[in-house]
């Protein structure tokens, strides 16, 4: 299973060894029950059975000889119903049912007014049948409309400079953040505002005012490599829907606050950083969001940037750079304690698996690899045993309890 918390990339070239603020104009004072994460502090380690915290299912997705899924792939959509899965590298989408069966797919990669060249970001309005495809085309930013069978529907031209995530707000609403490449050089061109709010029938944007960021910072960072300019950026979820609360949780990497947003409604802090990014002495450490739900936040310390002395271009292209340990901690929302955790798989008789506790696809070569080495029990052992080496991936849907 292959996880990646940064992504590294060149000008004109993809160098990914699998990719992909400060102020706030909102009252960010400690309260009493805010939980504050310190990244210089080492907090007590616990181990976590993910079937303790959440519902686990195993649904093996269907193989057919015009239906298999690339290593980028990536889930864009997981309900009760449907499973929809991209890959940003072929194009493809596909859509499977809540218990892995295909229905259909589409791909619509081109350069013409009516396809796609990438898939920077997608997303999957259930009650309309759409899909959003983000893209850029021609230092053009669109988005292009969907139904779920791939009938081309319209084309959005949202004024933005780039967007790092989209993702269904309601019926006619999406809801973006705007990110910052490595063009945005001038801190007077930073956006300070960067969530958005996206008419599906028009793109007019419109801006989430309140989530302000003073010294808003980039998130990617640049050193030179064998005389080309290699980019740094730590992967984040930005925004994080709550399904219960109908609520939102916002994050960016260079806030000092992480919020929590219910829909036209005040954002109430949730978790606060510390030190300051801008404070921070030698490496800079980044809060990032693995998952949240309204009994804990999960996150994840990462290091900002990694040295890439004693590299070469080469070692990207073929996998051999270990990228830095990331710091997962655990707070309970209700109590403000916070711990480092190790999540555990109770199904997965292998303590070095890494897990964190979100619905994920599970190659099927580790799964096999953990099945010959007598690693594997209970549903997703018997789903194993009926595996072939070819067979897409299992997808390992993870309801936080």
Do not use: W
Request: glycine residues 4%; hydrophobic residues 35%; proline residues 3%.
């Amino acid at each position: 299973m292959k996880k990646f918390d940064y992504c590294l990339f060149a000008l004109g070239m993809l160098l990914a060894v699998g990719c992909t603020k400060t102020e706030v104009k909102t009252e960010t004072k400690n309260k009493i029950g805010t939980p504050v994460v310190d990244v210089t502090k080492t907090y007590p380690k616990k181990e976590i059975v993910l079937q303790d915290i959440a519902d686990v299912e195993y649904i093996p997705l269907e193989t057919r000889d015009n239906v298999l899924l690339s290593e980028n792939r990536k889930i864009t959509y997981v309900s009760r119903d449907t499973i929809m899965i991209c890959s940003a590298r072929t194009g493809d989408v596909f859509f499977f049912d809540g218990k892995g069966k295909f229905l259909h797919s589409f791909n619509k990669k081109g350069q013409s007014g009516r396809e796609y060249l990438s898939m920077i970001e997608v997303t999957f309005d259930a009650k309309n049948k759409e899909v959003f495809v983000y893209d850029v085309l021609g230092g053009k930013q669109r988005i292009l409309v969907y139904s779920e069978k791939g009938v081309y529907k319209r084309t959005l031209l949202p004024k933005v400079d780039a967007l790092d995530k989209i993702v269904n707000y309601d019926s006619e609403t999406l809801f973006a953040f705007e990110g910052l490449t490595f063009g945005n050089k001038n801190k007077k061109d930073i956006n300070k505002t960067p969530f958005l709010f996206l008419s599906k029938k028009t793109g007019k944007v419109d801006t989430l005012k309140s989530f302000y960021i003073k010294d808003r910072e980039n998130a990617v960072k640049g050193q030179m490599l064998n005389g080309m300019m290699i980019y740094f950026q730590v992967l984040d979820s930005y925004i994080n829907p709550l399904k219960k609360s109908n609520s939102f949780v916002l994050n960016d990497l260079s806030a000092d606050t992480i919020f929590e947003y219910a829909k036209h409604k005040k954002l109430t802090p949730i978790c606060i950083k510390t030190p300051k990014l801008k404070e921070q002495e030698g490496t800079q450490k980044l809060v990032v969001i693995d998952r949240v739900n309204e009994k804990h936040l999960f996150v994840s310390v990462r290091l900002r940037e990694m040295s890439l002395k004693g590299f070469s271009l080469l070692d990207f292209r073929k996998n051999k750079v270990k990228f830095p340990e990331s710091t997962h901690l655990i707070i309970n929302r209700a109590t403000s304690e916070i711990s480092e955790c190790k999540v555990l798989n109770k199904d997965i008789l292998d303590t070095n698996f890494k897990l964190t506790p979100q619905t994920e696809l599970l190659d099927t070569d580790d799964i096999l690899e953990l099945l010959e080495e007598g690693k594997l029990s209970g549903k997703l052992k018997e789903i194993a045993e009926k595996l072939k080496e070819d067979d897409n991936p299992v997808l390992m849907r993870v309801t936080l309890k």
